[in-house]
């Protein structure tokens, strides 16, 4: 099934304009496509938070990173700061939505 997104008026894709594509596409009512949106994205995030990497088939794995503390400098004084450690989303593409994105070829 190929989805359209022509004609958005942002860059951006919405958890929004997806409901509203599974509301045309797919038949859900409106109320279940907004659910459905948010209960994947929920889970999604919660996997993150629990440490636990997420790998969508043919689209591509996000990962958790933990960045190690560094020293910094605020750009406006020049002082040195101290940069604490932290976790950190990473994205990596699947080489097929690699290959999609150079040819412009369509979702599948």
């Known amino acids: 099934m190929e989805f359209a997104v022509e ?5 951006a894709l919405t958890k929004a304009q997806l409901a509203d594509l599974l509301f045309d596409h797919i038949g859900l009512n ?4 907004k659910d459905m ?3 994947f994205f929920d889970l999604i995030a919660q996997r ?7 790998k969508l088939s043919g689209f591509g794995n996000f ?6 503390p560094r020293p910094g400098r ?9 940069i604490q450690a932290r976790r950190v989303v990473t994205f ?5 939505l690699k290959e999609q994105i150079q ?4 979702v599948t």
């Not at 004609?7 to 860059?11: D, N, V």
């Not at 605020?74 to 101290?82: F, M, Q, S, V």
């Not at 040819?103 to 369509?106: D, M």
Request: charged fraction near 30%.
């Open 63 to 68: 990962q958790i990173r933990t960045k190690a």
């Open 92 to 96: 990596h593409a699947s080489s097929k």
């Open 103 to 106: 040819t412009g070829g369509s």
């Open 30 to 33: 409106k109320r279940e496509s």
């Open 7 to 11: 004609g958005l008026e942002t860059p």
């Open 37 to 39: 949106i948010d209960a």
């Open 48 to 54: 993150l938070v629990d440490g636990k990497d997420v």
């Open 74 to 82: 605020n750009p406006r004084t020049g002082e040195a700061i101290p």
